[in-house]
C-alpha cells in the first residue's frame, strides 16, 4: 500500500519560494504534482519518474523543479518565482503505469494536500 505525506505550503509573496515535500511508503512508483485552485479542476504541475526523468507544465516550467531523495523516500517540489496564480492546494500523487500524467484521472494513490497561498 502506497502512502502519501506532504508538508511545507504556507503563506507567500510574490516573487517569494517555498518547498514542498511529499513522504512515501511503499513501492516507489511515478510521482507527480497536482494543484487545485478553489473552483478549478485538478491540475498536472510536474511528473518525476522512477530514474529521476521529470516533466513540466508550461505554466510552471523554468520556475518549479521536482527532484527525489530515495535515501528519504521522498519527493520535493521547489517553487520559486511564485505567482498569485501558483495560490492552490498541491498534491503528490503516486502510480504504477499509465497515460497522460496531467490527467489527475490517471493517477492512484493522493496525498492529503498542502495549501499554498501567494499574495501580490
Known amino acids: 500500500q502506497v502512502q502519501l505525506v506532504e508538508s511545507g505550503g504556507g503563506s507567500v509573496q510574490a516573487g517569494g519560494s517555498l518547498k514542498l515535500s511529499c513522504a512515501y511508503t511503499?513501492?516507489?512508483?511515478?510521482m507527480a504534482w497536482f494543484r487545485q485552485g478553489p473552483g478549478q479542476e485538478r491540475e498536472g504541475v510536474a511528473l518525476?519518474?522512477?530514474?529521476?526523468?521529470?516533466t513540466y507544465a508550461d505554466s510552471v516550467k523554468g520556475r518549479f523543479t521536482t527532484a527525489q531523495d530515495n535515501a528519504k523516500n521522498t519527493v520535493y517540489l521547489q517553487m520559486n518565482s511564485l505567482k498569485p496564480d501558483d495560490t492552490a492546494m498541491y498534491y503528490c500523487?503516486?502510480?504504477?503505469?499509465?497515460?497522460?500524467?496531467?490527467?489527475?484521472?490517471?493517477?492512484?494513490?493522493w496525498g492529503q494536500g498542502t495549501q499554498v497561498t501567494v499574495s501580490s
Open positions: 518525476i519518474k522512477t530514474d529521476g526523468r521529470t
Open positions: 511503499g513501492l516507489r512508483y511515478s
Open positions: 500523487a503516486s502510480r504504477f503505469l499509465g497515460d497522460s500524467w496531467y490527467l489527475a484521472k490517471s493517477w492512484h494513490y
